[in-house]
């Protein structure tokens, strides 16, 4: 999955030295190179670190930050009480945290690509349903007659049919339009073009 994250440079204003309009327009025209320097390479580069840091922060949170937390529906494994490892990780993370580590940014002259290219990624994304056929599968048994999931400690197994059904993933977003990034990004531009234009 993909998403665009542009410059923002019409939405911009910051302060510069006190200069007429005609000394900021020759100021403009003495640093072109460093302003095609930045729009085409540091702008890109920036932005995909700050817009990576940004959507990875919503797995700590929990949630998606655009105008506010909008917090995702708890994992089962993370409501169960359960001692387990697994129940320990936070929504989204695991031991492995695949999908969070698997955000990556492609910087582009003017803009950059935000990917995961996590095959399930945007089923997590944006949510989806999916339709499991009817199959059979081997369950493994401990000495009890419980489910085990270690096969080599298993007592005996059975093959037994599981019909079809569906599951359903919801949809607890991570990457996306965000009003908050959108603020980080002007400001990390305004930053930038302050630098050049007030010669630092």
Not at 15 to 21: C, E, S
Request: glycine share 6%.
């Amino acid at each position: 999955m993909t998403a665009n994250i542009q410059p923002f440079f019409n939405n911009c204003s910051f302060k510069a030295k006190k200069m007429t309009v005609e000394q900021f327009l020759n100021t403009i025209q003495t640093h072109q190179k460093q302003l095609n320097q930045l729009m085409n390479r540091t702008l890109p580069i920036k932005g995909g670190a700050l817009a990576k840091a940004h959507f990875q922060e919503n797995f700590i949170k929990g949630g998606f930050v655009n105008n506010g937390l909008q917090k995702w529906t708890p994992a089962k494994r993370t409501l169960s009480g359960k001692k387990a490892a697994l129940a320990n990780y936070k929504t989204l993370l695991s031991s492995r945290n695949h999908l969070f580590s698997s955000i990556a940014y492609i910087p582009s002259p003017g803009m950059v690509k935000i990917i995961n290219p996590v095959e399930y990624a945007a089923a997590h994304n944006e949510g989806a349903t999916f339709v499991v056929k009817l199959r059979q599968q081997v369950i493994h048994f401990n000495s009890k007659g419980r489910f085990n999931k270690d096969n080599k400690r298993a007592k005996y197994a059975q093959k037994v049919n599981i019909g079809a059904h569906s599951v359903t993933i919801p949809k607890r977003q991570f990457i996306g339009e965000s009003r908050e990034l959108n603020d980080k990004e002007v400001r990390l531009i305004e930053d930038e073009l302050r630098k050049i234009v007030n010669g630092k």
